[in-house]
């Protein structure tokens, strides 16, 4: 008979909670709805586009001009020797890295060892038609080849802000 008593509670307990649970998610359904609900803005301009006055088309060669100056100023070259020659760790190599003068923007070259990313060389800015003929790196080298990758980080020349990137592998090849 107790038992039966147990029960009967355990069901009445079980049943408020089950009834306060589904009030509590109505409660937080409700509570989300209106908080998130937006209503559309209304856009409202008086403004429009004046007459014309003094424009006239650009000539078929203007156009051009500034299509190909667009087209001159997106082009990147980039030049670096694939292989990276040093005597010992200690000494300077023959990495070389040039800045073609018809890039027309400033690079900085940072190599990275493939292995675990850890930065080996920074070649400082080098301006268009400046190049870097030989090199010491930043971090002392055992002897060996390490597959390695260099960022060219292109700058706007007027800014100085990074506008964006290329990459190349290269090896540096540690003799003694």
């Known amino acids: 008979m107790d038992n039966t008593n147990e ?11 089950l009834l306060l649970f589904l009030l509590a998610a109505s409660a937080a ?3 989300y709805y209106f908080s998130t609900k937006t209503e559309p803005v209304q856009v409202v301009s008086g403004d429009y586009l004046p007459d014309a006055k003094g424009a006239k088309k650009m000539s078929d060669k203007d156009l051009k001009a500034a299509e190909q100056k667009a087209v001159d100023a997106s082009k990147f070259n980039m030049v ?21 003068i018809e890039n027309g923007y400033p690079i ?28 010491k790196l930043e971090k002392k080298l055992a ?5 390695a990758t260099a ?16 990459q190349a592998g290269i090896t540096i090849r540690i003799n003694n």
Not at 7 to 17: D, G, S, T, Y
Not at 143 to 147: F, L
Request: aromatic share 10%; proline share 4%.
């Open 29 to 31: 359904g409700l509570y």
């Open 151 to 166: 960022t060219f980080d292109i700058y706007d020349s007027k800014t100085n802000k990074k506008r964006g990137q290329v």
């Open 7 to 17: 029960e009967k509670k355990k069901k009445k307990r079980l049943l408020i909670l």
């Open 108 to 135: 900085n070259v940072v190599i990275h060892l493939d292995s675990n990313n850890e930065q080996v060389y920074s070649s400082g800015a080098i301006q268009p038609g400046y190049e870097i003929n030989g090199a």
């Open 143 to 147: 002897q060996g080849d390490y597959p």
């Open 80 to 100: 670096i020797k694939s292989e990276a020659v040093f005597e010992n760790g200690d000494s300077e190599g023959s990495l070389y890295i040039q800045n073609p």
